[in-house]
């Protein structure tokens, strides 16, 4: 076991980058662990956030992206307190994914005196933001910060995420009649209408599409905005509505169902492609064959739930995909990363990384 990766895993997921000084300061950490090791970092910033970059490697050679993401969502207070439970690393962004950046940047120390691949690690803060344009990763990406394939550490329990779902996040304005709280049924409660107006979405013919990879679309109500006085029954109530659709469905369709309920005015708040990688590419193919020694089947039967910002090398014709550690819990209250995984991991993008020009030629 290394307790370097554990000690490292650990210290990142002490800073609480939930919010943007936490993010600036583990990206402080990051930036001075990489030179401390000899391997030049640089940065920049997108809303204030920053985006890390850093390599290693001949630049002519075959090149790789490992690509991260430093912020998480909120959590409980003692999930910033990180805690070693047997095999398990609890803690906000355990799984999703400093622990997996942890290894990231160990592989990428570990590649610096080798002349067969080029290593190019990119490291943003904003991943987990509801921003539609101007991302940390798209930045990466415009900068020329690119290769022949990326790997993004998501969550995946050590297979190979070839599909991830798209995002299309809705704000649903719904209309009531106000009356005081004491005669409620005098008037026409708004909330409760949104209610209504969320399960019928549930209902609706798009959410019951299924495909090999998933078996559904996801639907979720993330935010509540109504009522303003405690004695009066809501007259406006604002539901903001996650939908997490399969890689082959449309989302301009999903828009037209939910606007043909009728019972209320729909914005569409921000939209986020699905990602899909062809799993017979030769750097899938090689990633494949690393992995399957940790595999007793298939490790490539994997779709993604969450969205990806794999999408954004995706766009500029650059194959990427998601493989990440074993674990449970993201963005809940008792996230954790499998320690042992987390050896496994790195091992599996090393052995990938060094085999890569073989893996290439045969």
């Known amino acids: 076991m290394s307790d370097e990766l554990v000690a490292l895993a650990t210290q990142l997921l002490g800073y609480d980058t939930s919010e943007p000084e936490g993010v600036l300061e583990a990206a402080g950490f990051v930036n001075g662990w990489l030179e401390a090791r000899g391997i030049e970092a640089s940065s920049d910033e997108v809303r204030g956030l920053p985006v890390l970059r850093a390599e290693v490697g001949p630049e002519d050679a075959p090149t790789v992206v490992l690509h991260g993401h430093l912020d998480v969502v909120p959590g409980l207070p003692g999930q910033f307190d990180p805690r070693v439970d047997g095999d398990r690393l609890y803690g906000r962004g355990a799984y999703d994914m400093k622990g997996?950046?942890?290894?990231?940047?160990?592989?990428?120390?570990?590649?610096?005196?080798?002349?067969?691949?080029?290593?190019?690690l990119g490291i943003v803060g904003d991943e987990e933001s509801e921003e539609e344009v101007d991302r940390g990763s798209d930045r990466l990406v415009d900068s020329g910060f690119i290769g022949d394939f990326a790997i993004t550490g998501e969550p995946t329990d050590l297979h190979i995420g070839v599909e991830a779902k798209g995002v299309l996040a809705l704000r649903v304005q719904v209309s009531g009649v106000a009356a005081h709280g004491a005669t409620p049924w005098l008037g026409d409660n708004a909330v409760l209408r949104a209610i209504d107006v969320f399960r019928s979405i549930e209902s609706l013919p798009f959410a019951r599409h299924s495909s090999e990879l998933f078996d559904r679309p996801s639907i979720n109500l993330g935010r509540i905005l109504g009522g303003d006085a405690l004695n009066k029954v809501p007259d406006r109530c604002a539901i903001d509505v996650d939908i997490r659709y399969l890689p082959d469905q449309d989302p301009a369709d999903l828009l037209e169902q939910v606007e043909g309920l009728g019972a209320a005015e729909v914005e569409q708040l921000f939209t986020r492609?699905?990602?899909?990688?062809?799993?017979?590419?030769?750097?899938?193919?090689?990633?494949?064959?690393?992995?399957?020694?940790?595999?007793?089947?298939?490790?490539?039967?994997?779709?993604?739930?969450?969205?990806?910002?794999?999408?954004?090398?995706?766009?500029?014709?650059?194959?990427?995909?998601e493989f990440g550690p074993v674990g449970a819990g993201h963005?809940?209250?008792?996230?954790?990363?499998?320690?042992?995984?987390?050896?496994?991991?790195?091992?599996?993008?090393?052995?990938?990384?060094?085999?890569?020009?073989?893996?290439l030629d045969a």
């Open 100 to 120: 997996a950046l942890a290894a990231m940047l160990l592989t990428t120390a570990a590649m610096r005196e080798q002349h067969d691949v080029r290593v190019r």
């Open 273 to 321: 492609p699905p990602a899909v990688v062809d799993r017979d590419l030769p750097y899938v193919r090689a990633l494949s064959h690393a992995a399957t020694e940790h595999h007793d089947g298939e490790p490539m039967s994997v779709g993604r739930d969450g969205a990806s910002d794999a999408v954004s090398f995706l766009r500029v014709g650059v194959p990427a995909v």
């Open 331 to 359: 963005h809940g209250p008792g996230e954790w990363v499998s320690v042992s995984s987390l050896h496994t991991y790195r091992q599996t993008l090393d052995t990938f990384l060094r085999s890569l020009p073989a893996q």
